[in-house]
DNA sequence: ATGCCGTGGAAACCACGA
């Protein structure tokens, strides 16, 4: 089974390569982040008539999540996450399918920093620390996958000095990560390329996918239950180089039958 | 060194992204 993550950078505006991506590459399951989508533009029958059920937090203009999972529909288990009432951005999702639980996110990007971004940024991944807190320890299994705007060492970019002040790459955003990662969290692509170059997103300019000046940001997470499954992981370059694509490429893991 | 490109939405620019 193959399970994916996929910043789109506007569903919409990207639709025919998602629809390419789907078709030509068959996930299971894809987490979608940055559908830049209020709920009632989000193109459902679309995806549905692509073999797709699928659930989404929509968003006016910004952010935006979605969950799919091929021949199903996911069942949902939390919209947004909790801790702050007052934060309306559509950044989580949770469902589960079959047995699976999948948590979609968006993690702010937080520049620039220091600022507000950057606080919002560090109290919203407070707030994952804490679901995933929850998620970490079941016996069922759980992936936490998305984009998670952080850069978590310096083989994960190509060019480290250049992101030293940068939100994706300060200290604070890479000791969130760890420290989430350390409640016994699996990082499924480093895991299996523990010293490899692998990047998931690419600037649109300075041709930088030419370049291969690229970032690891989008991750995918797997609790103890669900890591001994670990089959594959990898990254769909080839798309992020198709007409009008995104500037994230698919990131994806197979997991083996239980 | 830098939103240099790109999306979405509003209103022919602006917010935002990483």
Redo the contacts with the bound molecule.
Sequence with gaps: MKVATY?V??????LAVLLRWLEEYKPDIVCLQ?I???QE?FPEKVIRDAGYGVIWHGQ???NGVAILARGSDPVETHRGLPGDPEDLHSRYLEATVADLTIGCLYV??G??APGL?FDYKLRWFERLTLRAAELVKRTAPVVLAG?Y?VIPTDIDVYKPE?WVD???FRPESRKAYHQLVEQGWTDSVRKLHPKERVYT?W????NAFGRDAG?R?DHLLLNPALAPRLKKAGVDREVRGWE?TS??APTWIELTKK
């Design positions: 910043n950078n506007g569903v919409n505006g990207h940055e830049k989508a209020p533009k006016k203009s910004y702010p990007n520049n620039p971004k984009d705007n250049r940068d939100a994706l997103f600037d649109y300019f300075r970032l940001i009008k500037d994230h």
